[in-house]
């Protein structure tokens, strides 16, 4: 069980990354909450982020991701170096991202991500 969530974080990141509005709705759930520094919003104003291009990633570096099983709920956190132009402007952060995802029919959903700067 903890494999396929890893995995599916893992694809969550790859079709955010590739601003795939399809992949991203398929992952998360629509009431999905993200939480960045300086903003928190659902799944459809993060899809905009990345499909306007007001969020580009340049580079991710993931230094380790670790999941936790809790019943039909899993969390998982992302540690990562997250480069990205942000409006144009180049960015990099070290952030651990807290993702919670709940089992549905066996499967995988995404219902709260969260970007926490770490400063050391």
């Not at 629509?30 to 905009?48: Q, T, Y």
């Not at 291009?53 to 540690?79: H, L």
Request: net charge negative.
């Amino acid at each position: 069980m903890e494999n396929k969530v890893l995995e599916t974080s893992k694809k969550f990141w790859q079709v955010m990354e590739q601003a795939d509005e399809a992949g991203m709705r398929q992952i998360a759930d629509p009431n999905c909450n993200f939480v960045h520094i300086g903003i928190s919003c659902k799944l459809d104003k993060e899809i905009e982020f990345y499909t306007s291009g007001a969020f580009q990633p340049t580079e991710i570096k993931f230094n380790d991701r670790k999941a936790d099983i809790f019943g039909d709920t899993a969390v998982v956190i992302t540690d990562c170096n997250y480069g990205l132009l942000l409006d144009g402007k180049p960015t990099t952060h070290h952030f651990a991202v807290t993702e919670v995802y709940v089992n549905r029919e066996n499967e995988w959903k995404l219902i709260q991500f969260t970007f926490t700067a770490l400063v050391y």
